[in-house]
Structures are given as C-alpha cells and as structure tokens.
C-alpha cells in the first residue's frame, strides 16, 4: 500500500489545492485550512500530485 505524505510546514492549503483538483481518486481533500489524506489504500501511485505541487511537499511510497 502507498504511503501518502504531505509536509504541512511547507504545503500552502488552502490557497493552493493543486493536488486536491488533480487526484483521480480523491485521496488529498481540503479539510479546513489543510490538506487531509483519505483512503490512501487506493492511491495508485500515479504521481500526479507530486508532479503539481509547487512546494514539493508531498511524498508518495
Ligand atoms: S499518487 Fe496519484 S492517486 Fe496517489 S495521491 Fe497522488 S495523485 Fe492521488
Ligand atoms: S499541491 Fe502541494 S502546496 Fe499545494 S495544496 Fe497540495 S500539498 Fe499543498
């Protein structure tokens, strides 16, 4: 199973929200003012997220 890991110190929720808008299955959710994993088990490790964030802060493994 993926690990997924957000850096909250350097993530920029919820002005950002890049990963949120662009995981095809809803893993990163905008909770409030920061980034919430939810159902990592279907996290299919596409990468997308990583690729998008302007921070650098998201870790998949
Ligand atoms: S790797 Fe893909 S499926 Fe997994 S959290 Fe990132 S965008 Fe979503
Ligand atoms: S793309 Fe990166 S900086 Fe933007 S909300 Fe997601 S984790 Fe935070």
């Given at each position: 199973m993926a690990k997924v890991i957000v850096d909250h110190e350097n993530c920029e929720a919820p002005e950002c929200g890049e990963c949120v808008d662009v995981c095809p299955m809803e893993i990163l959710v905008l909770d409030g003012d920061q980034i919430k994993i939810q159902h990592?088990?279907?996290?299919?490790?596409?990468?997308v997220c990583m690729d998008v964030c302007p921070e650098e802060c998201i870790e998949i493994n």
């Open positions: 990592p088990e279907e996290c299919n490790e596409c990468e």
